[in-house]
């Protein structure tokens, strides 16, 4: 099979299934916003430190012949968000908001696909929210719907969440997912109902589709990659000090934070929090009261994430709504145990009790017991440390990438036997 990956951004998850694609020579063509390649002018730019975001837009020169880019509205997104001109970026209203820059990808995809058929595709990959368009003209042509929904179903989204409103109303204004226009979440299930196949890296977001109205076509769990595995963990005796816990991610209720916060509570004295990630809001006042307690980062470069983690002894991830957590993989990849929740990617990555931790989510109790378990076994963070990193080693990004490669592939040959019989 033939396909064409329409991705506006790109992300880790997207290059790796690209870079599969390549291997297996499945990969027609990339569509996406900004594609800077080595030695091009953009890139030499990158070296100005002004600049120095250009570089996280250079792609494998190996992408090069099979990369089409329109970069307009998303350089306009970059440099709007630079010089703080947010009126230009609002939600789904703004001349440069990332509604209007994947609504503008999805049609230029759209518009392409008729001389593509020509030239040999067999079918289209796309995301959530820029697939309407490209999936309604493949529909047309004869050609494969492929859908990647990166995140949990927005219905159990909301009836998840709508529960914090009433469990935690002090941290209601952190829960920023309530804006999508009924417009915008009919297009998502528009997409859904046109899919012929419906990747997802997770158990949970699989679940949350449950709560889709209609029928569905085949739903497949293939979960993300881990980072490579190239730094040695050292794990220094909890002896005279405090045990290092570290969250990463944004600061709303959706990550579970409230729970983390009243999970440690009282136990200040055996806990060092930190904090990392930037604020959903700016005057949630439970939140600034909580962060003010613990030491916080406001954000921090992908290098530096990683060396932080190296730094604490145990990774926090509470979060009430996650289609994945990259998070969880790149603890685990740095030898950090990880203590996670039922609605995170954490049940298909970790062995309870073996490897780190599952608890249900919204439960400060759970938390703690855990925090508690540690810090009474404190041999734990090596042990566990270490079973992580080994389980990391054994599931690299190129697995991802092989495991995508092969179920496209096994729809080409499906589509073809249909055809014999």
């Given at each position: ?347 298909d990555l970790i062995k309870d009790g073996e490897d780190g931790w599952i608890v249900p989510a919204g439960s400060s109790k759970a938390l703690k017991e855990v925090i508690t378990k540690i810090l009474e ?45």
């Open positions: 099979m033939k396909v064409l990956v329409s991705h506006p951004t790109l992300n880790a998850n997207s290059k790796n299934l690209i870079n599969g694609l390549l291997k297996e020579q499945q990969l027609f063509k990339l569509f996406t916003s900004i594609a800077i390649f080595p030695g091009q002018i953009l890139y030499k730019l990158g070296n100005n430190p002004k600049l120095k975001d250009l570089k996280r837009r250079s792609l494998d020169t190996a992408w090069q012949p099979y990369t089409r880019s329109k970069s307009f509205f998303e350089f306009g997104r970059l440099l709007t968000s630079k010089f703080k001109l947010d009126f230009l970026i609002t939600h789904e209203k703004g001349f440069f908001c990332i509604d209007r820059i994947y609504q503008k990808h999805d049609n230029w995809v759209a518009n392409t696909l008729a001389k593509a058929k020509k030239q040999g595709l067999s079918g289209v990959y796309a995301y959530e929210d820029g697939a309407l368009s490209t999936f309604i003209e493949a529909k047309q042509l004869g050609l494969y719907c492929i859908y990647d929904l990166p995140i949990g179903y927005w219905k159990s989204s909301r009836s998840l969440m709508q529960k914090e409103f009433i469990i935690n109303p002090d941290w209601s204004s952190t829960l920023t997912g309530f804006n999508d226009s009924s417009k915008k979440l009919n297009k998502k299930d528009q997409e859904l109902a046109l899919a012929d196949i419906i990747f997802v890296a997770s158990s949970f977001t699989k679940k949350t589709l449950e709560e889709y109205s209609g029928d569905l076509a085949e739903i497949k769990v293939i979960p993300y990659g881990f980072p490579e595995v190239t730094a040695e963990k050292k794990y220094p005796p909890l002896v005279n000090r405090k045990l290092k816990v570290l969250f990463i991610g944004g600061l709303s209720q959706r990550k579970g934070l409230s729970y983390l916060f009243e999970a440690v509570e009282g136990l200040q004295d055996k806990v060092e929090l930190t904090i990392v990630g930037q604020k959903a809001v700016p005057n949630c006042a439970s939140l600034n009261r909580a962060l003010e307690k613990h030491k916080w980062i406001p954000s921090l470069s992908h290098d530096q994430v990683l060396a932080c983690m190296r730094e604490h002894d145990v990774f926090v991830f509470p979060s009430l709504f996650e289609g994945f957590g990259l998070v969880i993989t790149e603890a685990m990849s740095q030898g950090i145990p990880v203590i996670t929740t039922d609605r995170t990617a954490g049940p076994k404190p041999e734990l963070v090596e042990k566990f440390g270490l079973a992580a990193q080994n389980k990391a080693k054994t599931r690299p990004w190129s697995v991802y990438g092989k495991e995508m490669a092969d179920a496209l592939s096994s729809l080409s040959f499906i589509k073809n036997w249909d055809k014999w019989i």
